[in-house]
């Protein structure tokens, strides 16, 4: 057998074994869509019916009209994007000025930044809590957006790709005149779009899938956002009808579903690279 065939034969027996866990992950996500159709006695059928009888959407319509999903999915939108936008943002300029600038107690602070990543965040939503309520943002966008603003493993993820780039191009960039603000932006940014897409997409689906910080800081529908949704769903229609609650379900997740869904291949590359230069 010659080389490339024993690559083909190992990349197939690869792709087997990781078959069966990518299946594990898969089949609830499977399940939860295929109970978002069964109506009436389908649900409580015994023995269970994996499959539906029939692609009723009337559990979609159900679940659309006597919820506020639109305002929830809305909340999150914004929630997610404008911390999405923050946190890639700082996560550059802090990354930037580690990796490739040099200053006095440079290392400390690295230090610190990396020692965040190891704090729960149970630990800091007393204080953050107190903060907020003296600044009268509770039950705000500020209160569900401000405290996610920066983001240590975004920091950490972009300083070891941006030490990677090679010196020589940042030094004929500012012996041309430019400054290291216009060399950040036209250089270092374009060259490192596959990892800050990668924590764009972490970051984004992190911030939707935040539930205990939302749940405290929110008082009202009108800024409560799609986990918080499921949850208050879940508990007024869980005793009627459980296909209703599956497909409320399956819309206020589906968002993150397709983003990754679109965004895998970079994703991967993104966190890879990083990982491999690092």
Known sequence: MNQSA?????????????????????????YLICMSFKVGGEVMSYPPDLLPHSLNPINYQTAWESA???????????VAGFITLLQVVTSILAAYAL????????????????????????????PNYFTLARLDWINTFYALIVPFSASGFGIFLLYQFFRT????????ALMDGASRLRFLIQFVVPLSRPAI??????????AWNQYLWPLIVTQSTDMQTAQIGIGMFRSQNESTSWGVVMAATTILVAPTILLFVFTQKQFVRG????GMKG
């Open 68 to 78: 506020p999903l639109w305002r929830f999915l809305l909340n999150s939108i914004v």
């Open 271 to 274: 966190i890879a690279m990083s």
């Open 6 to 30: 024993q690559i083909k034969q190992t990349r197939r027996l690869a792709t087997a074994v990781l078959f069966i866990p990518a299946l594990v992950q898969f089949f609830p996500l499977f």
């Open 99 to 126: 990796a490739r600038m040099e200053f006095r107690g440079k290392k400390i602070i690295f230090l610190l930044i990396v020692a965040t990543m190891m704090v729960p965040g149970e630990v800091t939503i007393i």
């Open 197 to 206: 897409t990668a924590f764009a997409i972490y970051a984004f689906v992190g």
């Open 165 to 172: 780039l090679p010196k020589e191009l940042e030094e004929a």
